[in-house]
Structures are given as C-alpha cells and as structure tokens.
C-alpha cells in the first residue's frame, strides 16, 4: 500500500512537539510549504535548506503559551501540527498567536486540524494571564475559515494580498477567540 495516498485510520494522539520530533516536523512543514505556499508567510524555498534543529527552540512549553502541538498516528508519524506563540511585550501578554496549523496531505479532511486546533485552545486556556487567541487564514480557503469558525474564531477584518505567491496576492482574514477566563 502506498503510505503518502491511503487514509489514517485509528485513534490520533496529540501531544507537545519535544526535540526528537524536529526531523518529522520540518519535513511536515517543508511539505505544507511546498503543496500550499498561499497558506504560510514563509516560503518553501527559504525554509527547505535549514537545519530541522534550528526549530527545536520554538516547540517552548505549555505552562509558557509557547508551544506546538502534534497529531501523531498509531506508528508515531506526525500527521499535522500547530503553534501558539505568546506575545513578549507587557502589554500584550494576554495574547497569543495561532501559528504554523498544518495536516499532511494524505491525513487531511479526516478531523486532524479540528483535533489539533481544539487541543491548541484547551491548552492555552490553562496558561495564567492568556486571555485571547488570534491568527490569520488565507481568506479564499472556506475549509480552513470554517475549521476555525466551528472552534470558536470570529473574523475581524482582512488585509488584501498579504502574502504574494508567483506575482498572485492572496488576502488573509484575522480572526479571534476568546479564552475562558
């Protein structure tokens, strides 16, 4: 059987991204980058040279608000993953950032991303101070909007080509949630 075309079958396992999990998280997003470059503000051709090291420092903590949440199937191959990246400054502490969502093609439309964004705000909810979440979708991806849009995210305006693919811009939508307090 042909692993990258048949579907996932049995239960997911989402849990934070450690530093043995770089190599199968840059070859996830090296993957995202190059099969839906509109999606992503980096770019294929930037990231695919870099050292899967270099993305171990991201993976934080849970208990900081930096952190990244993997789906790993049965055999523990990374399936999808997303980031969520607290704001530094003071002021803005109580923010954090969706970043870096990604399913591999082959494990798509299965309920993976819907797995991974409602662990990803079950997760930051529990780090004092966060009170909201925001991120940015490619607007003309109605699948990904309403992935969101089921997980609480409301839109609250849109940035025409934020992201220019081959001299095509592509707008981003902003959205927002609200964590418990």
């Known amino acids: 059987m042909n692993t990258s075309t048949h579907a996932v079958t049995g239960a997911v396992q989402i849990r934070p991204l450690v530093a043995t999990d ?32 270099e993305y171990v420092e ?27 990246e607290r704001e530094q400054r003071i002021q803005q502490r ?4 969706v970043v870096g969502m ?19 705000v079950q ?12 991120l940015t979708v490619t607007a003309t991806n109605p699948h990904v909007v309403r992935l969101y849009e089921q997980a609480g995210f409301r839109a609250w305006g849109l940035l025409p080509h934020a992201v220019v693919v081959n001299g095509v811009g592509f707008d981003k939508l902003h959205m927002v949630r609200r964590l418990p307090d």
Request: with cysteine; charged share 15%.
């Open 123 to 134: 997760a930051a909810s529990h780090v004092p101070g966060l009170t909201q979440l925001v």
């Open 22 to 53: 770089a190599v199968a998280y840059k070859a996830l997003r090296d993957e995202a980058l190059r099969t839906a470059p509109d999606a992503f503000t980096s770019d294929y051709e930037s990231s695919v040279g870099r050292d899967a090291s």
């Open 102 to 120: 990604m399913v591999s093609p082959r494990a798509q439309r299965q309920g993976i991303g819907q797995q991974l964004v409602a662990a990803c």
């Open 94 to 97: 109580h923010c954090a950032v």
């Open 58 to 84: 991201r993976f934080g903590t849970l208990a900081s608000g930096q952190f990244f949440l993997g789906a790993f199937d049965a055999a523990g191959t990374l399936l999808g993953c997303v980031g969520c």
